[in-house]
């Protein structure tokens, strides 16, 4: 498959847990799937970057039923984070046809 590094085609996906924050094994876990995840103590989220959304989504099927909490998973193109304010919500940035194909995970 041919990876495309337009903005418009990459894709990233941010991990929210159901409640409470990423637990750092949780954390090891996610960033395991992709080598590229970003991770800080206590954050609410944790995002990982893919070459397309089918890539993006082999690899969240690799972890899937291994997480220790449940989280719904958004994913959305590289082009809309750069839209996003510092402290706003992912959903701010999110078409509503990207809410609605949101999926949990644990």
Known sequence: MKISLNKYHMHSATFIPEFGTVTKRDAIK???AKKYGFFFSGKKEIRIH????ELLLQEIDKIAGTLHKPYK???YTDAQISNRKEGSDIESI???KQKNDAFYIN
């Open 30 to 32: 996610i960033d395991k």
């Open 50 to 53: 893919g070459g397309s959304k």
């Open 73 to 75: 998973v958004y994913i």
């Open 94 to 96: 999110l078409t509503t």
